[in-house]
């Protein structure tokens, strides 16, 4: 008992210490780059991606407006226009993928989207809505970059 005692107070001790260790300071500096507001968030336009209704596009046709579609992802994301983007694994929605776009408007995210080829073909369909989330989000691309080890 007196050994249990003993551990759980060197427990308790230790997660004290190390939560004061890890308390973060406010960089006001880094908040204002990234736009983010008193709680560290702000705006951004999330995109699903569903299956469009082109049905007819021949295995060429869609591969050549993917590959476009790759290409888009790259220069939206270079722009800092894109901070995030994926697909989703099979499904029974046709959920395809998602964009999340560095803008405040679905006016302007509108504008972002005509310019992916495999959308103007209609191989893809967009959905857009607001999105509230922290500010931080933007750096998820500079710490990909740290950790793909293969190049897309």
Known sequence: MKKSIL????????????????????????AKSLN??????KKYVFCLLKSGTNTTATKEETKKLFEGH???IGKLAKEGK???AGPFMKNDRNYRGIYVFNVETIE???ALVATDPAI???????ELTP????????ETLKI????AKTKM
Do not use: P, R
């Open 7 to 30: 551990l759980f107070a060197f427990l308790l001790v230790n997660a004290i210490g190390f939560s004061q260790e890890t308390k973060v300071k406010f960089d006001e500096k880094l």
């Open 82 to 84: 894109l901070v995030v």
């Open 70 to 72: 790759m290409a888009n």
């Open 108 to 110: 302007e995210a509108k």
């Open 36 to 41: 983010a507001d008193e709680y560290g968030m």
């Open 131 to 138: 999105w509230y989330c922290t500010a931080a989000l933007q």
């Open 144 to 147: 990909h970059e740290k950790i």
């Open 120 to 126: 103007k073909a209609n191989l893809l369909e967009a």
